[in-house]
């Protein structure tokens, strides 16, 4: 387990030298080292090392931060680029307060306004805390919003089966993971008036369009806006 010790460690101090928002975070950094150093100490197969990586990541509690592999069925998927609903949570429950069009929980009959009490036949309160940031001394709504999410954007190549509220009466609801049309990187138009339309429709850990960014705006350079 020793090369994955040193990963670890050359990981934690690359954060604590050049990441520049602790201050904003609350996380103890430090602790962070005490807590998951010795369980990748402990590990017995590389495999194991992913999960407990993603949850190093998850004490920052950022979709910018993250690992560019995943287990299938394991790995919860990136928030927000992964999500297809956005909620905060109350009390024992998680309040739907955006949903993406064409998104597969909108296709589910997934609405603003419904409130998710249990994830995979749990209820959700318990699951939402154990995503929760272990070094952090006190958990903020912040926090929790990341936790929540990343609960509902559920696992990479998994089906979510939710049990859902909406005007007093419950029902379960299976949110059948779909191949969804493959949209292109980007769409790209002049509209009337001479403003320039750009749409993109690729997502965190995606490069893809990083070769097509300077053609673009070649392309617009002479439209009056964007």
Same mark, same amino acid.
């Given at each position: ?18 990441? @520049? !928002? ?38 920052? !509690?950022?979709?910018?931060? !993250? ?10 998927? &990136?928030?927000?680029?992964? $999500? ?7 009390? +024992?429950? $998680? ?5 993406? +069009? ?13 409130? @998710?009490?249990?994830? +995979? ?10 995503? &929760? ?8 709504? +912040? ?9 509902? /954007? ?10 859902? /509220? ?18 292109? &990187? ?10 320039? !339309? ?5 997502? &965190? ?22």
């Amino acid at each position: 387990t020793q090369p994955l010790v040193e990963d670890f460690l050359y990981f934690w101090e690359t954060i604590q030298n050049d990441f @520049v !928002y602790f201050d904003v975070k609350q996380v103890d950094w430090q602790q962070v080292k005490s807590i998951y150093l010795p369980r990748i100490e402990a590990i017995e197969k590389p495999i194991e090392f992913i999960p407990i990586m993603e949850e190093v990541v998850r004490e920052l !509690y950022s979709g910018h931060m !993250y690992l560019m592999t995943h287990i299938p069925n394991q790995s919860h998927q &990136l928030v927000p680029s992964g $999500a297809d609903v956005w909620a905060e949570f109350e009390g +024992e429950a $998680a309040v739907i307060i955006d949903v993406k +069009e064409g998104g597969l929980a909108e296709k589910s009959g997934i609405n603003v306004g419904m409130k @998710v009490h249990q994830v +995979e036949g749990k209820p959700i309160k318990a699951q939402v805390e154990a995503l &929760l940031p272990k070094a952090a001394s006190t958990h903020t709504r +912040e926090m929790y919003v990341f936790a929540v999410n990343t609960l509902l /954007a559920g696992k990479h190549d998994a089906d979510r089966h939710w049990e859902v /509220a909406s005007g007093g009466e419950k029902q379960a609801i299976t949110l059948t993971k779909t191949t969804l049309p493959t949209l292109p &990187l980007f769409e790209m138009n002049v509209l009337e008036g001479n403003i320039g !339309y750009l749409r993109l429709h690729n997502s &965190l850990g995606n490069n893809e369009l990083i070769p097509h960014i300077e053609s673009i705006f070649q392309e617009l350079t002479d439209t009056v806006g964007l």
